[in-house]
Each structure stands twice: as structure tokens, then as C-alpha cells.
């Protein structure tokens, strides 16, 4: 049926790119004539001086311990560590011990854990950020064993991968993030790379392009997926200009870039996909891109308008609230606290846009800016305010430390893969203590039991009704029957923010009034209406901290035993839950109230 709701248009773009797949895997493309490159790499900075600046700092020793782990096949994956014996086996989930056979790509069932494995954990490995990290401490540290570590890991990627077999080859975007790792690792340390390897890795980085131009998910996945794999291919067509093809990659790209630019970033400058995490992502790569290929007047305000967006979220304590999905992956440099990644996007955008309205500060710019431009020092600060984000529905609160993020956004476009049934959701901190938080993701395939609790209603600030999400989920990566949201109203005064919105899903309204007080407390009104008869509402509030159990006041409140939140795709943890849950007619009104920084016992008693 499926098949059928295709447009001629994309059923012919399919089995073109069918035709050319098979075959370009009968017949692999080939470097006829020896091609060399000579580093560094045009637009970008010169490593040499990039390492003579970073000498010295706490992201230098960062870079050397994490090395030292690699170099002895400790992996990083995600917030922690694979240990993968002498010899990497590339197509293996480490987790699971399952490992897929060489057979032809599109053959792979890769969202299939049980017979796959978990592709997030086999693909994090094999976009050889990694590599590039020990190229950029080979740099730092005049390391000769690191180099050889990077040459030994290509040398075995390449023989234990061959074009297009396998699920190293499974996903365009993957491809795009390896060639550009290889990209990296060239221009870091392509002058010290064995004559031997020199003309297989020229081959296959242009396997990867070619696989690329015809693999663009213009239909597949046309978000952060197709944005990725454009900037990779305008990228390399830019910077190996001697290869065949390369100015066609290079348009196409650089056309495709631009048109996302248009499509996923919204007026107000969230990304449409409606989730944070993935909104760094997509901002890292425009910038990338711009650096490669001077922008237009129209390409540079969406960017500040991303910025923009990212730093009103993020907030005072400079931190990613999890809105959304989370794969706990990055464009560049994936190592770190996930929640603090924003900084350095910010870091690079007000280097490269020449604005001083973002804050940041000095070693923020070293895991992306300094790499990326050529001129990147100092530190900015700025003075927040409160926001509202209509296109994105996103009501930003904020008064000295205190930060209040409340989504009544729609569900992203299409299925809305990466929504989560959290609309009205609420978080909360003051300073760095978190109060209310979104649990966040925790896996994608791994567990489909778990996918749909971390993304369902009860794990989310807002209101569950009848035991049922705002929406049906439709496997991992999709929803049926989304809700409709509207917002009512949004007002900003030197004395509190509100916002006034609404959900309507099966039949049911949900309307919110969220009132922050600058003296430093939250109020929360939830107005449920419905069909006749009884239901059972649950008002359901994740907690950051045992000590902010205290901060939250509402009537009939009952603990959850089993809380849980995911700090890091990959790994959850025990975490504090609250719930107030009745079996009542409808309509009906809940009131809770959070205090930021005074006594919790006062807060219901000022609820008007």
C-alpha cells in the first residue's frame, strides 16, 4: 500500500538509484588515473597552527587521555567505553555480540536488532570520529604511535568493508559522516600517510562520494539524514576537486544545503524535526557548509536565527534541555558532556557570523571553532530573556538562573520520527540544579519496549489520559493520528511569564496555563475536557534530583517506584518520578506549583 502512495516522480527517482547501485556494486568505481592531494586542505585552518594554540589547555589533556584509550581499542561509544579486543570487528554490536554478514547493502535488515543488532552502536564506531580524534592528538603530541594506530584502523576498515557490502553500507548518512572523518584525517595528517595505503584511501574516499550522489535521501529520510549526506558531498567536491565528478557533487550539494536551509529551518529558527538535540546537529552542518561555500545573505540569517533559538534553550546554565530525540551522536568531535554540546555550536556560529550576542567562552571554541576557522579566540557573555518561538511552540522563561522550557509545538513532519509524545511538557532548573527534567531517549532499535516508554506521555512533564499517548506509535521511528495544538496566548512582563496552549487528540482537550513568577515560582493549571463517562488523568512529573521532590507541590501526589532517565543514548538510570493520578468525569483541573528558590510549603497556597 505504501508502494502505491508513492508519486511516479519518487518511484522513478527509486529505481534509478536501484539500477545504479547494482551497478556500481557489479562494477565498482575505480580511480583510473592516480590522483594526489596536497594538505592542508583549501578553507580550512592550518592543523600545525591550530595544535600550537591548543597546546597546553584542558582540551589538549582531554584529547591525550581519551587517545591513550583508543590506542589501546578502549572504543568510545557514547558516554562510555567497548573494549574491542586486538583486532575491531566492524560490523559487530559490541552489546549484543551480533554481527551481520558481507552480503549486498540493501540486504542488511539494520533496524532489526534481533537479527541485526543495534546499527546506532555498530555505526558509531564506523563514522571514525575516533580517528579523526587520534589524528588531532598525533598532531598535539608529534605522535608517531597514534598515527600508525589511525593507518592500522583504515588499512582494516577497508579490508573488512568492501563497496557495498555489508551495513557499513547500509545508510547514506553513515557513508557521509566516514568520508568526512577521512576528509578530516587527510587534511590533519594526510602528509604523513604510507605511500601503501595512499591510493586504496583515495579510492575508497571516492567510493563514498559516488556512493553519495546516488543515494541521497531525498525521499528516504529528508531531514538531518539528507542535509548530512549534501554537505558531505558539496564537501567532497569541494576540497578534492581532481576527482571525477567532483563539481557535480559539488552543485549538487551545495544545491541541496541551500533548499534544506529553506525547508528545516523554520521563520523563528527552531528545525522542524521539534527536537534540540537534533537541532545542534543540524546547525553544525549548515555552518560546515557555509565555511566550505560562501553563503548567502538569506543562508547567514538562517543561521543566526538557529543560534539564536539554541541559545535561548539552552539558557543561563548553558545546557541542552532533551526535547525530542537524542542518538547521542554529534557532527564533529562526539566526546563530552551531550548536554553541553550546544556551547560550542554557538561558539563557532558568533566566531564565523561575527556576532556578540551568544555567550561563550574561550575553550568552547576548541572542540569545533578552532578546527574549523581560522580566526577563533576570546569569549563573549550576553543577557538572557524570555522568549517565545511560535512556529516552533517553544516558551523560553527566564529570570536571573532561573530557566523554564514548555513545548506546545506540533509533532514534527511526515510521521514525526524523532517527536515525542510530549506536547505541553514543561522542564525546569535554576543554575546548574536540574528540577524538571525530560527523561530523554535511552535507544531507537535496541529494546522497541523501551523506545516507546521513553518517547510516550508518561515520560514527559504533562498529562496522560486513559493509559494512551498523544499519538499512536507506528514502529521506531514514526506516529500516526498526531495531535493538533494551538496556543492561546503568550505574555512577558517584567513580573512573570505565561503561556496559555492547548493539545487536542481522540476526542480529548488538554489545555495548559504555565505562569512563571520572576520572584522565582512556577504554576502550573491543567484543564482536561472529553468524551462522558469516567477517565483516569495522570499528571506525570520526572524530577531532576531527590532534594527537587521538595520543590513540587500538588494534591494527591504518588511516587513512582521505577523512574528512569537516559543521559546519554545507550544507558538509563534511576531517577525520581511523581505522579497525580485520578478517575474522574470530565472536565476536571489539576494545579501543581514548583518553587525555584523559596519555601515549596508556600507555593499552592499562591496559586490563584
Given at each position: 500500500?505504501?508502494?502505491?502512495?508513492?508519486?511516479?516522480?519518487?518511484?522513478?527517482?527509486?529505481?534509478?538509484?536501484?539500477?545504479a547501485?547494482?551497478?556500481?556494486?557489479?562494477?565498482?568505481?575505480?580511480?583510473?588515473?592516480?590522483?594526489?592531494?596536497?594538505?592542508?586542505?583549501?578553507?580550512?585552518?592550518?592543523?600545525?597552527?591550530?595544535?600550537?594554540?591548543?597546546?597546553g589547555?584542558?582540551?589538549?589533556?582531554?584529547?591525550?587521555?581519551?587517545?591513550?584509550?583508543?590506542?589501546?581499542?578502549?572504543?568510545?561509544l557514547?558516554?562510555?567505553s567497548?573494549?574491542?579486543?586486538?583486532?575491531?570487528h566492524?560490523?559487530?554490536?559490541?552489546?549484543?555480540?551480533?554481527?551481520?554478514?558481507?552480503?549486498?547493502?540493501?540486504?542488511?535488515?539494520?533496524?532489526?536488532?534481533?537479527?541485526?543488532?543495534?546499527?546506532?552502536?555498530?555505526?558509531e564506531?564506523?563514522?571514525?570520529?575516533?580517528?579523526?580524534?587520534?589524528?588531532?592528538?598525533?598532531?598535539?603530541?608529534?605522535?608517531?604511535?597514534?598515527?600508525?594506530?589511525?593507518?592500522?584502523?583504515?588499512?582494516?576498515?577497508?579490508?573488512?568493508?568492501?563497496?557495498?557490502?555489508?551495513?557499513?553500507?547500509?545508510?547514506?548518512?553513515?557513508?557521509a559522516?566516514?568520508?568526512?572523518?577521512?576528509?578530516?584525517?587527510?587534511?590533519?595528517?594526510?602528509?604523513?600517510?604510507?605511500?601503501?595505503?595512499?591510493?586504496?584511501?583515495?579510492?575508497?574516499?571516492?567510493?563514498?562520494?559516488?556512493?553519495?550522489?546516488?543515494?541521497?535521501?531525498?525521499?528516504?529520510?529528508?531531514?538531518?539524514?539528507?542535509?548530512?549526506?549534501?554537505?558531505?558531498?558539496?564537501?567532497?567536491?569541494?576540497?578534492?576537486?581532481?576527482?571525477?565528478?567532483?563539481?557535480?557533487?559539488?552543485?549538487?550539494?551545495?544545491?541541496?544545503?541551500?533548499?534544506?536551509?529553506?525547508?528545516?529551518?523554520?521563520?523563528?529558527?527552531?528545525?522542524?524535526?521539534?527536537?534540540?538535540?537534533y537541532?545542534?546537529?543540524?546547525?553544525?552542518?549548515?555552518l560546515?557548509h557555509?565555511?566550505l561555500?560562501?553563503?548567502?545573505?538569506?543562508?547567514?540569517?538562517?543561521?543566526?536565527?538557529?543560534?539564536?533559538?539554541?541559545?535561548?534553550?539552552?539558557?543561563p546554565?548553558?545546557?541542552?534541555?532533551?526535547?525530542?530525540?537524542?542518538?547521542?551522536?554529534?557532527f564533529?568531535?562526539?566526546?563530552?558532556?551531550?548536554?553541553?554540546?550546544?556551547?560550542?555550536?554557538?561558539?563557532?556560529?558568533s566566531t564565523?557570523?561575527?556576532?556578540?550576542?551568544?555567550?561563550?567562552?574561550?575553550?568552547?571554541?576548541?572542540?569545533?571553532?578552532?578546527?574549523?576557522?581560522?580566526?577563533?579566540?576570546?569569549?563573549?557573555?550576553?543577557?538572557?530573556?524570555?522568549?517565545?518561538?511560535?512556529?516552533?511552540?517553544?516558551?523560553?522563561m527566564?529570570?536571573?538562573?532561573?530557566?523554564?522550557?514548555?513545548?506546545?509545538?506540533?509533532?514534527?513532519?511526515?510521521?514525526?520520527?524523532?517527536?515525542?509524545?510530549?506536547?505541553?511538557?514543561?522542564?525546569?532548573?535554576?543554575?546548574?540544579?536540574?528540577?524538571?527534567?525530560?527523561?530523554?531517549?535511552?535507544?531507537y532499535?535496541?529494546?522497541?519496549?523501551?523506545?516507546?516508554?521513553?518517547?510516550?506521555?508518561?515520560?514527559?512533564?504533562t498529562?496522560?489520559?486513559?493509559?494512551?499517548?498523544?499519538?499512536?506509535?507506528?514502529?521506531?521511528?514514526?506516529?500516526?493520528d498526531?495531535?493538533?495544538?494551538?496556543?492561546?496566548?503568550?505574555?512577558?512582563?517584567?513580573?512573570y511569564?505565561?503561556?496559555?496552549?492547548?493539545?487536542r487528540?481522540?476526542?480529548?482537550?488538554?489545555?495548559?496555563?504555565?505562569?512563571?513568577?520572576?520572584?522565582?515560582?512556577?504554576?502550573?493549571?491543567?484543564?482536561?475536557?472529553?468524551?462522558?463517562?469516567?477517565?483516569?488523568?495522570?499528571?506525570?512529573?520526572?524530577?531532576?534530583?531527590?532534594?527537587?521532590?521538595?520543590?513540587?507541590?500538588?494534591?494527591?501526589?504518588?511516587?513512582i517506584?521505577?523512574g528512569?532517565?537516559?543521559?546519554?543514548?545507550?544507558?538509563?538510570?534511576?531517577?525520581?518520578?511523581?505522579?497525580?493520578?485520578?478517575?474522574?468525569?470530565?472536565?476536571?483541573?489539576?494545579v501543581?506549583?514548583?518553587?525555584?528558590?523559596?519555601?515549596?510549603?508556600?507555593?499552592?497556597?499562591?496559586?490563584?
Open positions: 500500500m505504501r508502494i502505491l502512495n508513492r508519486s511516479k516522480k519518487e518511484l522513478a527517482h527509486r529505481l534509478r538509484q536501484e539500477l547501485n547494482l551497478a556500481m556494486s557489479a562494477r565498482p568505481p575505480r580511480l583510473t588515473a592516480s590522483v594526489e592531494f596536497k594538505t592542508p586542505l583549501p578553507g580550512l585552518p592550518n592543523p600545525s597552527e591550530v595544535a600550537g594554540r591548543l597546546r589547555t584542558a582540551f589538549a589533556e582531554d584529547l591525550r587521555r581519551r587517545a591513550a584509550e583508543i590506542l589501546a581499542h578502549r572504543m568510545p557514547f558516554d562510555a567497548i573494549d574491542a579486543g586486538p583486532e575491531i566492524w560490523r559487530r554490536d559490541e552489546w549484543s555480540g551480533k554481527e551481520t554478514s558481507l552480503v549486498y547493502f540493501r540486504r542488511i535488515p539494520y533496524l532489526n536488532a534481533a537479527a541485526a543488532g543495534d546499527h546506532k552502536v555498530i555505526w564506531i564506523n563514522r571514525h570520529q575516533h580517528l579523526v580524534l587520534l589524528a588531532q592528538a598525533a598532531l598535539l603530541e608529534d605522535s608517531d604511535a597514534l598515527l600508525q594506530e589511525v593507518w592500522r584502523q583504515l588499512e582494516s576498515w577497508i579490508a573488512a568493508n568492501p563497496f557495498h557490502r555489508g551495513i557499513n553500507w547500509a545508510s547514506a548518512l553513515e557513508v559522516f566516514r568520508a568526512l572523518s577521512w576528509t578530516w584525517i587527510f587534511h590533519l595528517a594526510g602528509d604523513r600517510m604510507p605511500s601503501g595505503l595512499r591510493p586504496r584511501f583515495f579510492e575508497g574516499l571516492y567510493r563514498h562520494g559516488r556512493h553519495l550522489a546516488v543515494n541521497l535521501s531525498f525521499y528516504f529520510s529528508p531531514n538531518t539524514h539528507l542535509l548530512g549526506e549534501a554537505v558531505a558531498l558539496h564537501a567532497l567536491g569541494s576540497l578534492f576537486p581532481h576527482f571525477p565528478h567532483a563539481r557535480r557533487w559539488k552543485e549538487l550539494g551545495r544545491r541541496t544545503v541551500e533548499e534544506q536551509m529553506k525547508r528545516q529551518v523554520r521563520s523563528d529558527g527552531g528545525h522542524f524535526e521539534q527536537s534540540t538535540y537541532h545542534v546537529y543540524a546547525l553544525d552542518m549548515f560546515f557555509a565555511i561555500s560562501p553563503p548567502s545573505d538569506e543562508y547567514r540569517d538562517g543561521l543566526a536565527r538557529m543560534a539564536d533559538y539554541l541559545n535561548a534553550v539552552m539558557g546554565s548553558r545546557r541542552l534541555p532533551s526535547i525530542g530525540d537524542d542518538d547521542g551522536g554529534r564533529f568531535y562526539p566526546f563530552g558532556p551531550r548536554d553541553q554540546y550546544g556551547r560550542a555550536s554557538l561558539a563557532a556560529c564565523f557570523l561575527g556576532r556578540s550576542d551568544w555567550t561563550y567562552e574561550a575553550e568552547d571554541l576548541y572542540p569545533i571553532a578552532s578546527w574549523w576557522l581560522r580566526a577563533a579566540e576570546g569569549g563573549v557573555r550576553c543577557a538572557w530573556k524570555s522568549r517565545f518561538f511560535a512556529d516552533t511552540g517553544i516558551a523560553v527566564i529570570s536571573g538562573f532561573h530557566h523554564v522550557v514548555m513545548d506546545a509545538g506540533p509533532f514534527g513532519p511526515w510521521s514525526a520520527g524523532h517527536s515525542h509524545s510530549d506536547t505541553l511538557s514543561v522542564v525546569a532548573r535554576s543554575g546548574d540544579e536540574e528540577i524538571l527534567i525530560d527523561p530523554g531517549t535511552f535507544t532499535t535496541g529494546d522497541t519496549s523501551w523506545r516507546d516508554r521513553f518517547r510516550g506521555s508518561a515520560f514527559h512533564n498529562i496522560r489520559i486513559d493509559g494512551a499517548n498523544q499519538a499512536k506509535a507506528s514502529g521506531p521511528f514514526g506516529w500516526k498526531l495531535p493538533q495544538t494551538r496556543v492561546h496566548s503568550w505574555t512577558s512582563t517584567a513580573e511569564d505565561e503561556l496559555d496552549a492547548e493539545v487528540f481522540r476526542g480529548f482537550l488538554h489545555r495548559r496555563r504555565v505562569r512563571f513568577l520572576k520572584s522565582g515560582e512556577l504554576q502550573i493549571f491543567d484543564d482536561v475536557e472529553g468524551p462522558p463517562g469516567e477517565h483516569e488523568i495522570e499528571q506525570w512529573w520526572h524530577l531532576g534530583s531527590e532534594a527537587a521532590r521538595s520543590r513540587l507541590v500538588a494534591q494527591d501526589l504518588v511516587e517506584p521505577e528512569w532517565r537516559s543521559p546519554v543514548f545507550g544507558r538509563k538510570v534511576r531517577a525520581p518520578v511523581l505522579c497525580v493520578r485520578r478517575r474522574t468525569t470530565l472536565p476536571c483541573r489539576l501543581a506549583s514548583v518553587a525555584l528558590d523559596r519555601d515549596p510549603r508556600r507555593a499552592l497556597a499562591n496559586v490563584e
